[in-house]
């Protein structure tokens, strides 16, 4: 079944309950089902690389740092909002895959960082090269290079802003 799109959803609001509807609430609603729609288009992808969408996020989030591309668990959990122990199941999956390694911190044995191994950088490299290639595809769809350069900085400030 295809969602009804969001300008469908939005002129339906505004007859049967105009006071939910503001540019406010219409922007929002947009982010909402741009995420869905990105979503679509990029997790197809990510599973062809044998990824849960979790795991992508915690791969990337490891090779965006400085070598040796390491962060505690901690880091890892409040920089991608997944639960400590929905967090501990996907570092469990990545070690054992060989993706990321965890040693023993020199000072704290009860710390175990997670490091981004030479395997893990190849498969998010290759699979964030294909996201990349995906995303290009569904906003040149819709969007010139100037109209995504101004999305890209609206919502870029407004974030910048928010958190």
């Given amino acids: 079944m295809q969602k ?11 007859t049967n309950w105009p006071q939910a509807v503001n540019p406010e609430t219409e922007a929002i609603l947009g982010i909402i ?10 997790d197809p992808i990510i599973a062809d690389h044998d990824l849960t969408h979790t795991e992508f996020e915690v791969l990337t989030a ?6 040796p591309r390491e962060l505690t668990p901690t ?5 991608l909002l997944v639960t400590s ?6 570092l469990k999956n990545l070690e054992e ?32 090269a294909a996201v990349v290639q995906g995303d290009r595809n569904l906003l ?6 100037e109209d995504t350069k101004r999305l890209r900085h609206i919502l870029l400030q407004a974030l910048e802003k928010l958190e």
């Fill in 97 to 128: 895959r060989g993706f990321i390694e965890r040693r023993l911190s020199g000072g704290d044995g009860r710390s175990k960082p997670v490091r981004l191994t030479n395997t893990g950088a190849r498969i998010i490299e290759k699979t964030m």
């Fill in 85 to 90: 122990g929905g967090m501990t199941k996907v």
């Fill in 140 to 145: 040149s769809r819709s969007l010139s290079k």
């Fill in 75 to 79: 880091e890892l959990y409040s920089s």
């Fill in 62 to 67: 490891l090779r965006a740092m400085p070598e």
């Fill in 33 to 42: 089902r741009l995420n869905d729609v990105v979503r679509s288009t990029s």
């Fill in 4 to 14: 009804m799109s969001l300008a469908d959803l939005i002129n339906k609001m505004q």
